[in-house]
């Protein structure tokens, strides 16, 4: 039997439709730890509540988001100990990035994205699968000021996606971070998680005033994000960068498969 919650605009959710978005809060929080791209599984789920709206969705996707986020940062810093001398400018301008994307978030048309997101990742996946040694260990391509720039460049493009769409952001911050700036898969994990707390941080700050979060549903799914955050950042730390590695390319693998079929949607419906 459906209900009206507290904190949900007035929607009503039914008790398997709460147990679903729970199982999607905890899948995405275990999947973003580990390798980012939770929202693939979360925002999709959130977007299955009849009657909620697209940017509602976004805004509650924000709020769970970031319960996870927190607590696989939280884990990784105290056991990975990344170097915020390159999370600092990232998060900084991925923040700023992500404000601005979420106050254009209900004028862009979505679909004018994912073509250019799919091709990206296309060749995201011929890229980490020619390469078995890329994330293997950390090389630094820069030192100094020049790490910093490129560190601030890839936080300000990255969060303002993040703020405007979503799914697949922590994706995109490690295979940048990996390839970009040459870290190990793992750090480059931890320091996601880290840039990523800061796009959804930006994000709510727009969204919040706004009024387009719910509340009580952003807190249900948030609690089970949390759970699996913990979970998964613990195993990708005890398992290290080769297992990172793997679930990122099946992540990344999923993500093409879906926005693929949502292109061929688009141009046959």
Known sequence: ???????????????????????????????????????????????????????QALATNKLAGIMGTSVSAATYYRRV??????????????????????????????????????VVLIGVAVYTVARP????????????????????????????????????????????????????????????????FATNLGALIFFVPYGAVLWGLGLVVGAANLCGGYLGARMAVAKGSGFVRVVFVVVVGVLIVKLGHDVVVEVTG
């Open 1 to 55: 039997m459906a209900a009206a919650l507290p904190g949900t605009g007035g929607l009503e959710l039914d008790g398997l439709t709460i147990a679903l978005l729970v199982v999607a809060g905890f899948a995405a929080g275990w999947i973003d730890a580990v390798v980012g791209g939770g929202g693939l599984v979360q925002l999709p789920a959130l977007l299955l509540v009849p009657g909620i709206s697209p940017v």
């Open 81 to 118: 100990h990344p170097d915020m001398r390159t999370a600092g400018p990232m998060a900084a301008t991925a923040l700023v990035g992500a404000f601005g994307g979420a106050a254009l978030a209900s004028r862009i048309p979505a679909a004018w994205f994912t073509p250019i997101i799919l």
């Open 133 to 196: 040694s890329l994330g293997r260990t950390s090389s630094l391509r820069w030192s100094g000021n020049g790490h910093r720039w490129a560190a601030a460049g890839i936080g300000l493009v990255i969060g303002a996606y993040d703020g405007l769409l979503g799914p697949g952001t922590g994706t995109f911050l490690v295979i940048s971070l990996v390839s970009v700036l040459g870290y190990a898969f793992l750090p480059a994990s931890a320091l996601a998680k880290i840039v990523n």
